[in-house]
């Protein structure tokens, strides 16, 4: 079996991929990760970041745009988890 042009990624799409993933991390870590692992993770500082990396992954590849677009839902959800956990434990938003 030989492989399409259509079946493998682009390394604009393998970047896109990355960028989204890293977009998930990030929320991972602003929405309480940060406290499991011992990171002072702010989550005013991490989601914007967490949203504009979804944002670029989303517009530079037609392959994983919806792979960017949940990344950037899930970015909206731990906005909200991460700012209540800060508040509940005393942390720092910003």
Request: hydrophobic share 60%; glycine share 6%.
């Amino acid at each position: 079996m030989s492989t399409t042009e259509h079946d493998r990624a682009s390394p604009r799409d393998v970047v896109a991929g990355l960028l989204a993933a890293a977009s998930v991390a990030l929320s991972a870590l602003a929405m309480g990760a940060g406290l499991l692992l011992e990171i002072d993770a702010h989550p005013g500082r991490t989601i914007p970041v967490a949203v504009l990396l979804s944002i670029v992954a989303g517009v530079m590849s037609e392959r994983f745009e919806s792979m960017a677009l949940k990344a950037l839902a899930f970015a909206s959800i731990a906005m909200v988890v991460g700012f209540t956990v800060a508040v509940l434990t005393d942390a720092p938003l910003l």
